[in-house]
């Protein structure tokens, strides 16, 4: 497994770390293929029974990587997703809805999936790419210093491509995530339903393993039922076709940065965006 990603066992919990804490784990997709190799691994293990996904060093995901030296958006990987086929050599839309469709959608959909609960650990950072990572997962256990944004509004683009915001934010509350850019804390995010629990920084360890550990010692089949039933219902609440159908227009924009912007995120790397929202 490549080092973008830490996989480590606590008894019945696999601890996943996005690993890139000098870019406050930017995912490129060097990282998307390691959290899929070491979300298979986990579930692969009888032994474990919950899987906690955290970030190394001072925050959780910055988001997508939009211009660290290791973005790699023209690179092959080993395709054991096979979502769509291969980006790399592809031309326009083409590419981008075949790239986005596999490393962003595809398998952030995958792991909503995964027989296993998953808790995210969030604390510092959770932007936009960041926010689709916490969204998959089944709890979120939030650090009092956690904070939250989408703000692709900003490069034309109407929300991250995993589109859940008005199943977890509700209708309102995400309109003014998207139309305002603006962060959020964690406070705020636990008023509205998006994050289970609120702790001070240094307890977010211990309360996200106590956390692990009360539903790890519930039967394995059961949690895997429980968490499909109330997938299933979000998905009759229109989360799975409402995104599919995000997705198009996601991709329209693109298509219209690229056409009259100078390039598909409207010429705007993580130093454009910064500067954008002062
Ligand atoms: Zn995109």
Partial sequence: MADEVLYTRRD?????????????????????????AAFARAVNDDEVAVIVLAGAGDHFSAGHDIGTP?????KSFDRHAVLWWDHVGKAGADNRYAREM??????????????KPVIAMVHGACIAGGLMLAWVCDLIVAAEDAFFADPVVRMGIPGVEYFAHPWMLGPRFAK??????????????????MVNRVVPRTEL?????????????????????????????ED???LRPGMEAVFGLHHLAHAHNAEV????????????????AK
């Fill in 12 to 36: 019945a919990v696999a601890v996943v770390m996005m690993n890139r804490p000098r870019y406050r784990n930017a995912q490129n997709s060097a990282m998307t293929y390691a959290l899929d």
């Fill in 205 to 233: 360890e211990a309360a996200t393993f106590a956390m692990a550990a009360e539903v790890a010692a519930m039967p394995s089949f059961g949690l895997a039922l429980a968490k499909r039933a109330v997938n299933q219902c």
């Fill in 236 to 238: 009759q609440m229109g």
């Fill in 261 to 276: 912007r100078g390039d598909s995120l409207a010429g705007l790397d993580a130093r454009g965006m910064k500067k954008a």
């Fill in 102 to 115: 596999e490393v962003y959608l595809g398998m952030c959909r995958r792991w909503r999936e995964i027989p």
């Fill in 70 to 74: 290791e973005r790699d958006i023209d």
């Fill in 176 to 193: 003014e995530v998207l139309f305002t850019g603006g962060r959020f804390s964690a406070e705020r995010a636990y008023a509205v339903g």
